[in-house]
């Protein structure tokens, strides 16, 4: 009977995560975040115990649940491209200085680190696929404060695998644009607010254009949710220790589309839906400078591709969910919720 402490319970990974737990295991959740909008109908369960904190204030809760449970998720960080922009200094803050106690206390008290890197971290790198054990990383220049995020979880992952060589039990994984309900909230208008499936999805609900950014052109390969989890289970559990001390993309290299793509299938599947169709009527899909979309310190990837050899033969795990059905599950989650985001528009 596993106790997995989540830091960052409320989150889009978080609660997902959560709920799984809870509906497939014996284990326990210990939980923190700061609101509880996306677990509201779990904390009433017998072993679900939620605290409402902020890791950078309730610093000894933190201390002492790390001490007491038995594998550590550290949830808590900013992942939103516009923020790494405008204010690169709290994504630096929160991302890699708030997250620090945290990776020492899970090494003082010798507890599984199941620790979020990001499929950023890759940068530019010219890889067709992203090898997690020798795909070079590699970042713009300075002035592109864009930068700062992938630099902060980089120098974390290099920091958690120097502790794992002195012993700390530890797994990286790198989610590659894991979309589903609950990502962002569709409930925010301004635009670079949220990730992309998001932002275009809260445009169509509304009737606003869809802003393609450089043409659209950039790839991504997308994963759902329900698969995204299904791998963080298997290492979670950590079967004969497989997991420990391995990096592993967590991705579905079959669903990669650009982001014109991406405007397209969700255009096309909006008007099967009555809830959603006056909305996608009066959407255009333009275009615009990653400049005037993000600011001046933007700097984008053209594709973004995991190699998930190791993923699936280690955790025996592999993506089964088509960008079709990905899609279509997030239209499904979202259908009571039009009138409340159409409102944003007045």
Known sequence: MKKVLILGVNGFIGHHLSKRILETTDWHVYGMDMNTDRIADLLAH???????????????????HVKKCDVILPLVAIATPSTYVK????VFELDFEANLPIV????????????????????????EEFDPENSELICGPINKPRWIYSNAKQLMDRVIWGY??????????????????????????????????????????????????????????????????????????????????????????????????????????????????EGAAK???????????????????????PKITNTCEELGWKPTTTMADALKKIFDAYRDQVAAAKELVN
């Open 164 to 277: 794992g060589m002195e012993g700390l039990n530890f797994t990286l994984f790198r989610p590659f644009n894991w979309i589903g309900a609950g990502l962002d909230s569709i409930h925010t208008p301004k635009e670079g607010s949220s990730r992309v499936v998001t932002q275009f999805f809260g445009h169509i609900v509304r009737g606003e254009n869809i802003s393609l950014v450089d043409g659209g052109h950039q790839k991504r390969a997308f994963t759902d949710i329900d698969d995204g989890i299904d791998a963080l289970m298997k290492i979670i559990e950590n079967k004969n220790g497989a997991a420990t001390g391995k990096i592993y993309n967590i991705g579905n290299p079959v669903n990669n589309y650009s982001i014109r793509q991406l405007a397209n299938m969700m255009m096309e599947l909006a008007p099967q839906y009555p809830e959603y169709a």
């Open 46 to 64: 017998p072993r679900m115990h939620f605290f409402e904190g902020d890791i950078t204030i309730n610093k000894e809760w933190v201390d002492y």
């Open 104 to 127: 020492r206390a899970a090494a003082k008290y010798g507890k599984h680190l199941v620790f979020p890197s990001t499929s950023e971290v890759y940068g530019m790198c010219h890889d």
């Open 87 to 90: 204010a690169p200094l709290r």
């Open 283 to 305: 959407v255009k899909i333009v275009e615009t400078t990653s400049g005037a979309y993000y600011g001046e310190g933007y700097q984008d990837v053209k594709n973004r591709v």
